[in-house]
Nanobody, 122 residues
Framework: QVHVVESGGGLVQPGGSLKLSCAAS????????IAWFRQAPGKEREGVSC????????YYADSVKGRFTISRDNARNTVDLQMNNLKPEDTATYYC???????????????WGQGTQVTVSS
């Protein structure tokens, strides 16, 4: 059993930055990647970024490339998503989840967190 908790969301102005954190506890042998997804009101949940815990490979959706950075903080045992140059269209609830591979459909991932709200507005 793996328990996942996201944190770090909030309200930020366009062009601003936020850092989200994903803390996973429990049976860490059950997964090999941690992925970030987001869901805006009335839209499907979409993949944002993913990191492979085995070799550190990182993946990003085209919409966030160059603005978001996913990283692993071994000291805090978290996977962080640094979001810079935020845009109103980044407004969504952000979720992290564990899985075996990156770049898989949403149903591949399990152990979802409760989500953290990011609102980009002036």
């Amino acid at each position: 059993q793996v328990h996942v908790v996201e944190s770090g969301g909030g309200l930020v102005q366009p062009g601003g930055s936020l850092k989200l954190s994903c803390a996973a506890s429990g049976d860490t042998l059950d997964y090999y990647v941690i992925a970030w997804f987001r869901q805006a009101p009335g839209k499907e949940r979409e993949g944002v970024s993913c990191i492979a815990l085995t070799d550190g490979s990182r993946y990003y959706a085209d919409s966030v490339k160059g603005r978001f950075t996913i990283s692993r903080d071994n000291a805090r045992n978290t996977v962080d998503l640094q979001m810079n140059n935020l845009k109103p269209e980044d407004t969504a609830t952000y979720y992290c989840a564990t899985g075996s591979y990156c770049l898989k459909p949403r149903n591949h991932y399990d152990n979802w967190g409760q989500g953290t709200q990011v609102t980009v507005s002036s």
